[in-house]
């Protein structure tokens, strides 16, 4: 109880000590940041009409590179800690019941279509709200439905390895090929074509293909990692 | 008017941030820890968002419907958030596999009854 209260007591402090620092900045104001120059520019020498996406790809490659990166070992550790060897007699199914007709039916009609919206998003993220991230999130959810609904549907890791390989190489070497022709890493190389065309914005979009074909063959690994290893039925220290 | 707005906008994050830390701090299931984790990543996004906003403006997509007049808000902390929301997904899987992980071993989510957590 009394660590209920001292709790409750710190929150308040921070709540209000923070809530005074925010109160300094006014809310809604045009102010002179760096945002400015990355709208300036964005359009005009990029050709790239999200300028989220500008600052993601282009401006702050790099750190979308470590990004990606973190995504991948977080994919490799939660693989290493959820990891148990298969034993005699391990099935592998998920769920004791099969899933109803509804399910299995409307997943069916279901699961293209969402793929297909995936790959829209990360396609045209450079044109729309979008990007490789949520395409490739939203490809994962494709897949969490389709683990949901047949208990023996299986993801193959080998194809998953080397989708992830495949593209984390393109990335990593439309990066290089930017050093080879005399440029920085991650410049753009390539012709810029018109803003508001799908292509436009050079290396760009090639980059989110390749990150958003990343991102969904990893979160499918990992929700098919938890889905597998996680057996409540034997409860062994291992 | 101006007030309140600014006071509803940053008091709803930082209520979130407050509720997040106050499970973090305060519950015992290792599963509502990892929960108050998300709930002070979402709090903090939302305070960035809010921090970039300008008034009367539209987002930073140079549509052809899209003049010169129009105002558009900071980009920087949307793009920001975009990278905070895949780290924090990536700190919530590997905490929720180390919840499962310790669950398996102790057959107990509850902290107080983790023993060798103590020190």
């Known amino acids: ?238 | 008017m101006d007030q309140l707005l600014t006071i509803s906008f940053y008091g709803t994050a930082i209520a979130l941030i407050a509720v997040g830390l106050y499970a973090v701090l305060a519950k015992k299931n290792l599963l509502k820890i990892v929960i108050g984790l998300s709930i002070i990543d979402g709090g903090l996004h939302l305070l960035f968002v809010a921090i970039g906003y300008v008034k009367g403006g539209t987002a930073p997509i140079f549509s052809p419907e899209i003049t010169s007049n129009d105002v558009m808000v900071d980009p920087v902390p949307q793009a920001l958030v975009l990278t905070a929301i895949v780290i924090g997904f990536a700190v919530t899987a590997v905490a929720l596999s180390l919840v499962i992980r310790l669950y398996r071993h102790h057959n107990t989510a509850s902290i107080d009854q983790i023993k060798n957590l103590k020190w």
């Open chain 1, 1 to 238: 109880m009394i660590k209920k209260v001292l709790v409750i007591a710190l929150i308040a402090v921070i709540g209000f000590s923070l809530m005074n620092v925010m109160l300094q900045i006014p809310f809604g104001e045009k102010r002179e940041t760096v945002g400015d120059y990355y709208l300036q520019k964005s359009p005009q020498e990029l050709k790239v009409a999200n300028s989220v996406t500008a600052i993601v790809v282009s401006f702050r490659g790099f750190d979308t590179l470590g990004e990606v990166t973190v995504l991948f070992l977080a994919a490799m550790s939660l693989a290493s800690i959820m990891y148990r060897r298969k034993r005699k007699g391990d099935i592998e199914i998920r769920a004791k019941k099969p899933s109803s007709r509804i399910l299995q039916v409307g997943a069916q009609i279901i699961f293209p279509m969402v793929v297909v919206l995936g790959a829209y998003v990360f396609i045209h993220g450079h044109l729309t709200p979008g990007g490789g991230f949520q395409g490739g999130a939203i490809i994962a959810t494709a897949s969490l439905l389709m683990l949901i609904t047949y208990r023996k549907f299986k993801v193959n890791h080998n194809t998953i390895t080397w989708i992830e390989s495949i593209a984390g190489i393109v990335f990593v070497g439309i990066g290089m090929t930017g050093l080879l022709k005399g440029l920085t890493f991650l410049q753009n190389f390539l012709e810029l074509g018109e803003l508001n065309s799908l292509l436009s914005g050079g290396i760009i979009g090639i980059i989110y293909v390749a990150v958003g074909f990343k991102v969904a063959a990893e979160l499918t690994g990992v929700i098919d990692t938890v889905l597998l290893n996680n057996r409540p039925d034997n409860n062994d220290n291992n």
